[in-house]
């Protein structure tokens, strides 16, 4: 069954102060076209410049997530992005007339209200999904993170935390679907600890922080002189008690596990920056706004390969990124110069790997040593070049108007002769990507043995 993109009916806007800049600034939520996306606009800038919500416009996730184009940026998203996808929705304009949107009171409930009051509308654009097929995982040593997704029907999402912290302990929750979002995950409020919050407030951060827009949270044994530290720092007038429970003054909770619930806030909100919701369950150990930016770009190159697949594959084969039908709507070669048939592993921007049958019915080999028939060394070269200008075109977005020409051809090595019956296998990979401009490493292979290498220097350019 078809689903299509949604926007909101009209405007609705919201006043607050920014979590770490201090700085008060009006966010104003506005209908966007059918495929615009989610777009925050700098208003407050010299021609109002546009930052597109996705994975590519990230410039820092230091503590929390901001995205950026040139000099303009936008900080602290993630809970405004949650409150979008929490409530399906794909297009927006998302105006802000400062650095960094409101934080409200640390969730995304706020935001997600607000939106309600407005209403969403269906779009003439189907929606797009990145369908999980097989089971893809992230891990980091050094921020002891370990992230799994795994094919499923539905988006699901599984989240444990294990703090050392004794108030916190070990919490986890289980998100069935995005449609139990609001009422179970979107109230969880940020948190952090008395020490990270002394540290940052000294740092020049968390300028707008404070005890109604974060649950602080803090060992029972914590000496006064810090508490105290930390009531001169914010100019707190009132007593700073810590509970039993390690809250501040005893905040009340609005989840028996609000800390690990606001922790699957954050993943959706970081999620939001892939650009399509996804079908597949998500299962997080300890990941934050950093571990979760490097999982969605690796969902992110899966996405690319599966929207190639869509555009230039008719039929799905099996163990095949691109057959041959797909190669000559994106190769401008045709028999018998075009040496490549077909692509088994693609990752957009970094590494391809192609396929190449000899035969005895080549047409090289009437003329290329009769009787004890070699494959020319400069056609596997031209070859190796064919497998990585696939990958170079698909760079943008119309590549059959496009057509790839090598500048240079360098340290090619010939190893062994290439006979009828063998079959090439091409893997390129890119060593730096500038304006259209691109160097690739490529080696060859006959089974386990390599046949050829060398690198390449090509520049794509309009027919």
């Keep these: 069954m078809k689903e299509f993109k949604q926007t909101i009916k009209g405007e ?15 966010i104003v939520f506005k209908p966007a076209e059918k495929d615009d996306g989610i777009v925050f606009v700098r208003t407050d800038l010299d021609g109002n410049p546009e930052i597109p919500a996705d994975i590519e416009h990230v410039i820092d996730i230091s503590r929390g997530t901001t995205i950026g184009v040139k000099d303009a940026t936008v900080a602290t998203i993630e809970h405004v ?4 996808r929490g409530l399906n929705i794909d297009n927006i304009r998302i105006e802000v007339n400062g650095p960094e949107v409101p934080v ?6 706020i935001f997600m209200e607000l939106l309600k009051t407005v209403g969403t509308v269906e779009q003439q654009s189907e929606r797009e999904y990145l369908e999980i097929t097989e089971p893809i995982s992230y891990s980091s040593q050094t921020d002891n993170v370990d992230i799994v997704v795994v094919p499923s029907e539905d988006f699901k999402a599984t989240f444990m935390v294990d703090y050392k912290q004794k108030a916190l302990g070990t919490q986890y929750t289980f998100l069935p679907g995005i449609f139990d979002f609001e009422e179970n995950f979107a109230s969880a409020r940020t948190f952090c600890f008395l020490h990270e919050i002394i540290a940052l407030k000294e740092a020049g951060l968390i300028k707008g922080g404070s005890l109604t827009n ?20 914010f100019n707190y007038q009132d007593d700073i008690k810590i509970g039993t429970d390690g809250l501040l003054n005893h905040t009340p909770l609005r989840y ?7 922790k699957v806030v954050d993943l959706i909100g970081d999620l939001t920056l892939l650009g399509v919701p ?14 979760n930016v490097e999982l969605v770009k690796k969902l992110r190159k899966i996405h690319k390969k599966q929207q190639l697949q869509k555009i230039y594959q008719k039929k799905k084969l099996e163990d095949v990124v691109f057959d041959i039908n797909a190669i000559q709507r994106i190769l401008p070669h045709r028999y018998p110069f075009l040496l490549v048939d077909k692509i ?10 192609g396929l190449k049958n000899v035969t005895i019915n080549e047409p090289f080999f009437n003329g290329h040593f009769p009787g004890h028939p070699v494959m020319p060394g400069v056609l596997i070269v031209e070859a190796m070049a064919q497998t990585g200008g696939i990958m170079l075109l698909n760079a943008f977005e119309n590549p059959e108007k496009f057509v790839a020409y090598f500048a240079s051809i360098n340290n090619v090595k010939f190893r062994k002769p290439v006979l009828p019956g063998d079959t090439l296998r091409f893997e390129l990979k890119v060593l730096s990507l500038k304006r259209g401009l691109a160097k690739m490493h490529g080696d060859a292979y006959v089974g386990q043995e390599k046949v050829c290498e060398g690198d390449f220097l090509a520049k794509v350019m309009k027919k």
Excluded: C, M
Aim: charged share 20%; hydrophobic share 40%.
């Design 81 to 84: 992005l949650a409150a979008i």
């Design 12 to 26: 609705t806007s919201y006043n607050g102060v920014g979590l770490h800049s201090g700085q008060v600034s009006t």
């Design 256 to 262: 028996h596990n609000e800390f690990v619930r606001h």
């Design 214 to 233: 974060a649950l602080v949270v803090a060992n029972q044994d914590t000496p006064t002189s810090e508490v105290d530290k930390l009531k001169k720092i």
């Design 344 to 353: 088994i592993e693609f990752e957009p921007g970094e590494t391809i790997v």
């Design 278 to 291: 996804i079908k597949g369950h998500v299962l997080a150990a300890r990941s934050g706004h950093k571990t």
């Design 104 to 109: 409200a009171d640390g969730s995304a409930i």
